[in-house]
């Protein structure tokens, strides 16, 4: 499920579920072009984030009931930790733009990451407007996988691609 502004307007939200299974996470990104909410529906996790006026990343549980927010552009990922999938719902003014780093970089606002052309959230769309070439790895939960991969490819040995 996912609503975008491209299919409601430009000044809609975009808001979908996002599943995340068992010893999974969402690897690390960042949004380049909007802030965003999340907020658990069911599971846990651990939310591991590096704000920009920190010196280090920060973990913290999540559960039924939590609410995270990312400022645009700060470094973040979703752990799962439980037997059980956990579900999210996920709110912004604009997620595209999402930039995926091979692992986390020397400060908050270092590494260079990849930035997909589609991201799992663009290929899960009304029916009649799926972009067919992506389709199948959103709706098997593999686009992230995808994406990180296309970071680990682009990054080189290091796992780092450089600064910003």
């Given at each position: 499920m996912f609503a975008t502004k491209h299919a409601n307007g430009a000044d809609s939200l975009e808001f979908g579920r996002y599943t995340l299974y068992p010893g999974k996470d969402s690897g690390v990104h960042r949004h380049l072009d909007g802030d965003e909410w999340i907020y658990v529906l069911t599971g846990q996790g651990t939310y591991a984030y590096w704000a920009h006026e920190n010196a280090e990343i920060t973990e913290l549980p999540v559960h039924q009931g939590s609410v995270l927010f990312n400022p645009q552009g700060q470094l973040h990922k979703l752990i799962n930790t439980g037997t059980e999938p956990l579900y999210t719902l996920i709110l912004s003014k604009n997620l595209g733009g999402t930039e995926m780093l091979a692992g986390w970089p020397d400060s908050p606002t270092g590494g260079v990451g990849y930035v997909p052309e589609l991201m799992p959230w663009e290929t899960s769309c009304a029916p009649g407007h799926e972009p067919d070439e992506f389709y199948d790895a959103a709706a098997t939960g593999e686009a992230f996988e995808q994406a990180a991969e296309g970071a680990e490819?682009?990054?080189?040995?290091?796992?780092?691609?450089g600064e910003l």
């Open positions: 490819d682009w990054a080189g040995e290091d796992g780092h691609a």
